[in-house]
């Protein structure tokens, strides 16, 4: 196995390989970055590109967008309260009032190491216990899926201070828009009205955009019109000094890290989920949790150390099954075939080579996003201070081209302006919209997945119940499940007994 | 607005929105639909309950809002519902320009000279980005 | 304003046309437009972008990939069967789903006359596949336990409304017997559920059974084809396992087509560039290494395909609903 790992790390002498991960990461950043453009999209695009180059080189590329791209939807989540990919939507709820209290450059500096770190100890994971771990993906059966699925929904106590009420209604409401479209088993249409676009469902994107590029944007038009000037200040925070905050958090970063390898080995799960249920572990663990939603540097560290830990995750059951656990790595799968590289044992042997110079490559990756992705962010920091009426327009016109080129749809523009509407409605209500994004991104596996569970036991109630308490994971799910209740139950009467 | 009013006014919101998806919901065949009807129940139930302990609860905490900013909203909402009838008719390029030309001017954060400059050149990174680096399609335009 | 519509429309044509007539000695002049109607990264658009980066040297133009993927397929045919008939516009489209969306949805704007056919590039049958341990070892152990409890066995594939479905449906039919169906996201999650023990079997593609098959982890027991695959050239066809003609009408097709309406010169041109690719040893040898399971048809044979599949489809489609 040395043997095999020494011959990838030659790999990594080979400059046409390190200039590949330097374009991928560097796009990967850029991906990340803007709101509506996709990993999926990055590493789909550049596919047809890497077919000439050797197959160490193109993975090594593709890995390179991963990862940057999983990371980089920090920083517009810090910057613009607007996040980057659904990955970051955690890391937005105290990264942004970071920003607002006058810090991006350390929330940023936070985000990169912590993600750097993430990122880091999945790959060692997928380095030294690929196989192992693999074997654990296939124990996931629908049965636990669906239970994992109602885990993450009891997040949304975490996602609601103060407002539990409403978030779980606004939680009920994601759960009921992503039931739009075909019906995952019987293929009926749900609240289409008939319209083509919207038999897949609401685009996540493109839902994401609507519901928090346009209430800033109103906000900051809002601003512009008004004589208010109050452009947040701007930390001189040397990144530096940031890994000793992190180091300080030692716990917090290995207890997010294991979360995320754990979410990512899972296929079907994916990087949103690591960053929430994360995210939920440190509220819960820390010592002052009300400080969660205001700027606590530990809630953001959880939710990037936890979302960035998924990517190594994810490429444990690609690399040894075969099997991906989300778009990006159902097309890296593609990308990984077109080089007649096929998944399992054998590439860890025969094509040695090729596989650990791609895991070696990774950890490249991991690392050179923290130069590009804290160079980027020392201009980028000045958005805070761009004038509202120049940033207004520009954000605006940014979300329309992203919500199109998702699908090249102009529907789909329509479509992020409505969920807009709704976004803007939470916000003037006082609303949480991260329960509402929960409810989106857990909403389809919850339901299909409780359906094909019952299907699978031709719709015997008991039989299923059976299930849940005598499959030993799906025990353990249901177990973590009735706890988190539990202690949500706790937490809020103790809240209102605090309000009283 | 109150707190209170904004949260009566957010539990009859909840509430309209819980029947109606429940009427909609219960009009498809059970198999399809018992996932969003439970859901559009409970979300009623909440909404109902939110708004009662709400109405019931003292009113001491009765501290104003900042009122909604009309103009905002229609500059937002008609803003980019004219940008996409504009897309298409003319095409994204110049779609583009005009929507950031007219909004930069009309937030008077810069001159027109500036605002000019600003978005030719947003217009021309917008471009180059998505549809020259990443390969987007363009929309289809009428014009051009 | 209607009238000055029309007037720019009637200009804007002249234009076209215009700009088109001496181009025809040498067309194409102008990268090509290939329409696909998934997203970036799926199979069909992996499919599509291999061809289009080896059948440029053929064709003398790129051929430029455009996703619009939504509704299952239908957006991206619907934008095939309007598009440009100046012969810069031409799509992929997937047999049998192009016909499954048509005739199990309303208001489809898209007719199968709309389309005409250039060339067929992939065609990826539908297999039965186990789990290496099951107890199953041939396709009839398979049936006697489905026939021994009719609607017992789990039996998962893509879906719904799938072509993996359309072909379990089929056999359901020819052989007399009733599955359990589950859907999936997918033939991926459908593999995994067998390898995870959920499933007696599972209905995957071909191509994604392939190198699950290679690692010894699935068992195939047989392919639903005419003939034996070249991929698994030791397993029978599904009708030689059971000893009934059950018609492969699930098998999936990838192939060119053009909106109808373009001219035959443009039409004979391009026909020519994929029957040149389809034998170009570059191109053959990529697609072995990658796995893609090709399958030339000229227009004339990829037509009469889609008629008869067409026809075979209305004979199940109320069974699918």
């Known amino acids: 196995m040395f043997e095999n790992m020494l011959l990838g790390l030659q790999a990594l002498a080979d400059p046409a390989l390190l200039l590949a991960v330097l374009i991928g990461v560097v796009g990967g950043v850029i991906i990340g970055a803007l709101p509506g453009l996709t990993s999926t999209m990055g590493v789909a695009l550049l596919i047809p590109v890497t077919f000439s180059l050797p197959p160490q080189v193109g993975l090594a590329m593709l890995g390179g967008i991963y990862c940057a791209s999983t990371y980089s939807g920090a920083i517009s989540a810090i910057l613009l309260n607007i996040p980057g990919t659904s990955a970051s939507v955690a890391t937005m709820l105290d990264g942004h009032p970071m920003a607002k209290n006058g810090e991006p450059g350390r929330a940023i500096s936070l985000a990169t190491f912590a993600s750097c770190f993430g990122g880091l100890v999945s790959i060692v994971a997928l380095l030294f216990l690929a196989p192992q771990l693999a074997e654990f993906s296939l124990r996931f059966g629908s049965p636990e899926y669906f239970l994992l699925a109602v885990f993450g929904i009891t997040v949304i106590a975490s996602m609601s201070a103060g407002a539990m009420e409403k978030g779980l209604i606004a939680g009920a409401l994601g759960l009921i828009l992503s039931t739009v479209g075909t019906h995952p088993l019987t293929g009926t249409m749900r609240f289409t ?32 019109k008004s004589t208010h000037t109050g452009a947040a200040g701007v930390d001189k925070t040397s990144p530096f000094a940031t890994l000793r905050e992190l180091a300080r958090q030692k716990f917090n970063l290995f207890r997010s890290s294991l979360i995320g390898i754990i979410v990512g080995i899972i296929p079907g799960v994916g990087c949103s989920v690591g960053g929430f249920l994360a995210y939920d572990a440190a509220k819960k663990g820390s010592n002052n949790p009300e400080k969660f939603g205001n700027g606590a540097a530990e809630g953001l560290v959880a939710s990037e150390t936890g979302n960035n830990a998924v990517t190594g995750g994810t490429l444990i059951p690609l690399l040894t099954l075969g099997i991906p656990g989300n778009p990006v790595t159902a097309v890296l799968l593609g990308g990984i075939m077109i080089h007649g590289l096929r998944p399992g044992p054998e590439l860890f042997t025969t094509n040695a080579d090729v596989t650990y110079g791609f895991i070696f490559s990774l950890f490249l990756s991991n690392l050179l996003f923290v130069p590009v992705g804290l160079l980027l962010a020392r201009y980028g920091l000045r958005i805070v201070q761009v004038p509202a009426g120049i940033l207004a327009p520009l954000i605006l016109s940014l979300a329309v081209i992203g919500a199109y080129s998702l699908r090249s749809s102009v529907d789909d523009i329509w479509i992020m302006l409505a969920i807009g509407a709704l976004g803007w409605g939470m916000a003037a209500l006082a609303v949480p919209r991260a329960p509402l994004v929960l409810g989106l991104v857990l909403g389809t596996l919850a339901e299909g997945e409780l359906a094909r569970s019952l299907a699978l036991v031709r719709g015997d109630l008991g039989a299923f119940g059976m299930q849940l308490v005598t499959r030993p994971v799906a025990l353990v799910i249901l177990i973590l499940c009735v706890s988190a209740i539990i202690h949500g139950i706790i937490q809020h009467r103790r809240d209102s007994k605090m309000l009283e | 607005m109150t707190t209170r009013t904004r949260d009566l ?23 399809s639909s018992y996932f969003p009807r439970t859901l559009a129940v409970l979300m009623g139930l909440l909404a109902a309950f939110f708004g009662l302990r709400t109405l019931l609860a003292p009113t001491d905490d009765a501290a104003p809002m900042s009122p909604l900013n009309i103009s905002a909203l229609i500059a937002a909402f008609g803003g980019i519902a004219a940008y996409v009838v504009a897309l298409k008719l003319v095409g994204y390029e110049g779609a583009t320009f005009l929507f950031l030309f007219l909004l930069m001017v009309w937030l008077g954060a810069v001159g027109w000279l500036k605002a000019l400059i600003l978005a030719v050149a947003f217009t021309a990174l917008l471009n180059v980005i998505f549809f020259v680096m990443l390969g987007v399609p363009r929309p289809d335009a009428l014009l051009f | 304003m209607k009238l000055f519509i029309k007037k720019l429309a009637a200009a804007l044509g002249f234009v076209t046309l215009a700009g088109m007539t001496p181009a025809i000695a040498e067309y194409p002049e102008k990268p090509i437009t290939l329409i696909v109607a998934y997203s970036p990264g799926g199979g069909t658009d992996t499919a599509a972008r291999t061809v289009a980066k080896f059948v440029e040297k053929h064709l003398g133009q790129r051929l430029v990939v455009e996703n619009k993927s939504g509704a299952g397929g239908q957006i991206g045919f619907s934008a095939l069967a309007r598009a440009n008939t100046d012969g810069y516009e031409i799509g992929f489209i997937n047999v049998p789903s192009i016909q499954l969306v048509k005739q199990l949805r309303e208001n489809v704007p898209y007719e199968m006359s709309d389309f005409a056919p250039i060339a067929n590039i992939q065609l990826d049958p539908v297999v039965v596949a186990v789990n290496a341990d099951s107890p199953y070892q041939t396709l009839s152990e398979l049936l006697d336990a489905a026939k021994a409890d009719p609607g017992a066995v789990n039996i998962g594939a893509d879906g719904p409304q799938s072509n993996n479905q359309l072909q379990l449906i089929v056999a359901e039919d020819a052989l007399a017997t009733k599955f359990n169906f589950i859907a999936f996201d997918g033939s991926g999650p459908a593999i995994k559920a067998t390898l995870g023990g959920e499933l007696a079997a599972s209905l995957p593609s071909a191509s994604s059974a392939g190198s699950h098959v290679d690692a010894g982890r699935l068992r195939v027991l047989g392919v639903f084809a005419d003939e034996r695959s070249p991929l698994f050239p030791d397993v029978p066809t599904v009708s030689e396992a059971a000893g009934v003609k059950v018609p492969s009408v699930g098998a999936s097709l990838r192939g060119i087509a053009a909106p109808k309406g373009i001219s035959d010169a443009h039409k004979a041109r391009l026909e020519k560039a994929f029957a040149d690719v389809m034998a170009d040893p570059d191109f053959l040898a990529h697609a072995e290494t990658a796995g893609l399971p090709l399958k030339y048809m000229d227009a004339a044979a990829f037509e009469a395909y889609l008629q008869e599949a067409d026809a075979a489809l209305g004979k199940y489609i109320d069974l699918m609903k």
Do not use: N
Not at chain 2, 13 to 19: G, K
């Open chain 2, 9 to 31: 006014i957010f539990a009859a919101i909840a509430l309209a929105l819980a029947v109606a998806i429940a009427i909609t919901a219960f009009g498809y065949p059970v198999a």
């Open chain 1, 193 to 224: 009205g008939g319209v083509p676009t919207l038999f897949d469902g609401i685009p996540l994107v493109v839902s994401l955009i609507g519901l928090y590029s346009i209430p800033e944007v109103i906000d900051l038009i809002d601003r512009a």
